[in-house]
């Protein structure tokens, strides 16, 4: 027992490591985008908090395994800022999202949300798998823009969706973005084949995702007038429910895939529960 403590200890020990070299590396990707990254919105315990659910997540891909993961989900939390506290028309929003597909696509970036977005694709590019999946991740990267921009007109408009459209609109959260990024540069072999497969996976753990983040977060974004699904007239027994069954059937999907790829499997399972402890004491988002 005692050894089998230490041996814990220390793949705790290591795993808090890799999440404070990727911290580190973190920080010095935002310094390269002027603007995009006020202090006061993004802290030190912003990046502590962000690379350790990544560190966690998958402890065997190393610091560089998981540039991708860390810069997508730095760029898809920046850009969240963006839509909800920075734009004040739908023109600002919909003009964000075509600038942002159209770097995508090969565009040249004008602005520092774009031009990370490009640096991201370029280095998603230096993997062998990117030119197959190129189509898919700009595809995911649309949902996840259109996933917003619909999220900031039932703000702006007060309207008020049901609890089934309003995980309909999970990929608002860009988690799934996040995960795909992360398979097409560090994945096993077997994903390169059945990315698609996988990320019907990933955007069910992503519903779970979106109302976990949603009731961790709820008194901030209460002050902000942000939508959350507390605010939709439902109780917090109903969605207490309904992220259980969220979970259940997530967790049924990864382990179909355990037997093909394992650490696509461990990556998912991790996700949940990470985050599922984590948001238990701590909200887990850029500060606004």
Partial sequence: MPGEELDEAFRLGRTCALAAECGRDLRRCAQMYDGLFPAAAFDDEFYHALTLGTAFSAPWAGAGGLKAVNRSALWVLAVGRLVDHTATTRE??????????????????????????????????????????????????ARTLAGMARAW???????????????????????????????IYTGDGWIGGHLEEARAVSRQVQRYLHLLGDVASYRKDLNWGDLNVLGLGVTGGEVAETMDGLAREAIGLIEALRGCSPRTAAYLRRRIGFNAGFTGISDFGPAT
């Fill in 92 to 141: 600002q929003v919909e003009r964000l999202t075509r600038d942002c597909l159209a770097v995508a696509r090969g565009a040249v970036p004008r602005s520092a949300a774009t031009r990370f977005l490009a640096d991201l694709r370029d280095e998603l590019a230096t993997a062998e798998r990117f030119g197959a999946a190129r189509r898919l991740w700009h595809d995911q990267l």
């Fill in 153 to 183: 007109v039932w703000r702006e408009t007060r309207a008020v969706p049901t609890l089934e459209h309003y995980l309909d609109n999970a990929d608002s959260r860009g988690s799934c973005f996040v995960d795909l990024s992360h398979w």
